[in-house]
């Protein structure tokens, strides 16, 4: 089976796409010889929508034990009865994770290597859509950090736990869940350097909802996607699934014309939560080594981002994130970790020299590197890059072209906008550590199906 590296791009419009995923496509069953007994799993962002739904499908499929992340232990607590009727015999336990902390990753991690006698699957579903920019403790963006930075550093460190716990002939797998609308991210700021911090400050590149949602995306298919060549496909198979317009909870807090849009988007396109999850069943219990560092899409694999066939810079860019990133991970040794694992000795992991300016004799974009985790005690709003809140007329438009961050495009609307459409939602990062102090716990928003606050929207996972 061709990867999809190996693909032609995908070179379909919006509408195309949209009306063949929507309404030609059926999803496929789970084969009946799957058979997840003896088996453990473990799901971000699963107390409700796409999260949910696939924690109940392997539960139906015999799984032994499911640890589901979540940033409320509460909320997640009070979806186990309704998963525990799916598996009476199973185990079902609740973890604190908070997406938006270092140390509550690396404190979550090692809890599974503690706790966890083998881990044969991990769904990495927890996301973010925002409407209005916000800056976390790391110092970063919030999409740019949840659905970027923490699930790639998740993904990193639990490789060497799921390949130290496999049984022999059993090989883990990690599924992430990405988007197709990574093939629309403008990506701007490519040449900004140092490139992750161009995300912090909006004078350095400029705040659409939609656009950094797609970017988010496409950060992690150029990362993964290089990630499974320094990683052994018997060791450990990672890939990537699209789940497509799903009804959800999603949208819930958008008001007015844009709600009301939305809704009637989905209410005649939209597959339901429990369809639309076989994507993630067939991607983490189906596929095998053939998928590994693709991008899957309506059960098959698909072509990557038409940002890596079309830019000549690809390689450099992709080269400089990784960089960064691994630089960015310092503090966990990624690189060691993953020089560790890699299948093709110190290739792609040994530091290599990366841009810190534009090239061409450009101006340098004179970015101080981003604070890190628990550097900083500032309120968010004083940071570099925070503004106030958008105007209602812009809070509209904001919400409208956040559509754009879910799964397909649909056809102009009278209002001149391309929605884009949603896929899961749920709580976007899992729970809090508990030992957060409680001035924390104050300020914590209440996260559920597809929570947030007004001008937010927190999913797990819209794709």
């Not at 985790?373 to 709003?381: D, E, Q, V």
Request: glycine share 8%.
């Amino acid at each position: 089976m061709v990867s999809s590296k190996d693909m032609a791009p995908d070179t379909s419009g919006y509408v195309s796409s949209f009306i063949k995923n929507q309404f030609f496509t059926k999803l496929p069953t789970t084969p009946k010889d799957i058979d997840l007994s003896g088996q453990v799993a473990i799901v971000t962002g699963a107390n409700g929508g796409l999260g949910l739904e696939s924690a109940r499908h392997m539960l139906t499929l015999g799984l032994s034990h499911l640890v589901i992340a979540v940033r409320s232990v509460e909320r997640g607590r009070a979806v186990v009865s309704k998963l525990q009727t799916s598996n009476p015999s199973a185990k079902i336990d609740v973890w604190s994770l908070e997406m938006e902390s270092y140390q509550s990753i690396q404190a979550f991690v090692q809890r599974c290597e503690k706790e966890l006698a083998r881990i044969d699957m991990v769904i990495l579903n927890a996301g973010v859509a925002e409407t209005e920019f916000s800056l976390t403790s790391t110092g970063h963006e919030k999409v740019i950090q949840v659905n970027y930075l923490s699930t790639v550093l998740l993904a990193i460190l639990l490789l060497p736990i799921l390949k130290a716990k496999s049984p022999v002939g059993v090989t883990p797998r990690i599924t992430v869940v990405n988007s197709i609308m990574s093939t629309y991210a403008k990506f701007p700021n490519q040449n900004k350097r140092p490139l992750l911090a161009s995300f912090d400050d909006t004078k350095v590149t400029a705040w659409d909802p939609a656009e950094r949602y797609n970017v988010s995306k496409l950060l992690g298919q150029l990362f993964l996607s290089r990630l499974a060549d320094c990683i052994k496909p018997e060791d450990v198979v990672i890939n990537m699934v699209e789940p497509g317009l799903t009804k959800t909870g999603l949208f819930r807090n958008l008001r007015g014309i844009a709600g009301v849009i939305l809704n009637l988007i989905k209410s005649f396109s939209a597959k339901t939560a429990e369809e639309a999850s076989l994507t993630y069943i067939d991607a983490v219990a189906v596929k095998g080594k053939e998928s590994h560092g693709s991008f899957i899409a309506n059960c098959e694999i698909h072509p990557l981002a038409t940002f890596t066939y079309h830019n000549p810079e690809a390689k450099a860019i992709t080269t400089q994130l990784w960089e960064e990133t691994l630089d960015e991970f310092s503090f966990a040794d990624a690189r060691g970790i993953l020089q560790a694992l890699s299948n093709s000795g110190l290739v792609g992991l040994v530091k290599t020299p990366v841009s810190r300016q534009r090239g061409g004799g450009a101006e340098s974009s004179q970015l101080a590197s981003p604070p890190r985790a628990g550097k900083h005690t500032a309120p968010l709003s004083s940071l570099p890059g925070s503004r106030p809140p958008f105007s209602s007329a812009h809070s509209v438009r904001s919400s409208l072209r956040l559509y754009r961050c879910e799964a397909f495009y649909l056809p102009r609307t009278s209002l001149g906008v391309w929605p884009s459409l949603g896929g899961s939602g749920v709580d976007a990062a899992g729970a809090r550590s508990q030992s957060v102090s409680q001035s924390e716990k104050q300020v914590e928003k209440p996260v559920e199906e597809s929570a947030g606050s007004a001008g937010s929207v927190e999913t797990a996972e819209t794709a």
